[in-house]
């Protein structure tokens, strides 16, 4: 199984940015993908997530309106649309593939699968 980010970066305050994660190896059927960061001395924290059926999705509340997930079948990714990006969204961003309920719901659910990350550095 592998998981691969992309679209990390170096980006200003205020602007706009879009991460992918590809996801092969496996049928992803009845998991889901999460977007989770983690920023120096910060613990990992979940800020997205939605289902492969891409039904339905989940934004942490202090991103909500600014951050969005999305799924492309075609290309068998799952996207992370990060908008009026605050200097606050610096950190690694990971994908990861696992239940829903691991993923959203489980108090400390631990993914299974894991991507290697990709560095979102807002600043100007």
């Known amino acids: 199984v592998q998981l691969v980010e992309s679209g990390g970066g170096l980006v200003q305050p205020g602007g706009s940015l879009r991460l992918s994660c590809a996801a092969s190896?496996?049928?992803?059927?009845?998991?889901?993908i999460g977007w989770f960061r983690q920023a120096p001395g910060k613990e990992r924290e979940l800020v997205a997530a939605i289902r492969w059926s891409g039904v339905t999705t989940y934004i942490a509340e202090h991103v909500k309106g600014r951050f969005t997930a999305s799924k492309d079948d075609a290309k068998n990714t799952v996207n992370l649309q990060m908008n009026n990006v605050k200097p606050e969204d610096t950190a690694v961003y990971y994908c990861?593939?696992?239940?829903?309920?691991?993923?959203?719901?489980?108090?400390?659910?631990?993914?299974?699968?894991w991507g290697q990350g990709t560095q979102v550095t807002v600043s100007s």
């Open positions: 990861a593939a696992d239940t829903w309920y691991t993923i959203v719901e489980e108090r400390g659910g631990q993914p299974f699968y």
């Open positions: 190896g496996r049928s992803f059927s009845g998991y889901a």
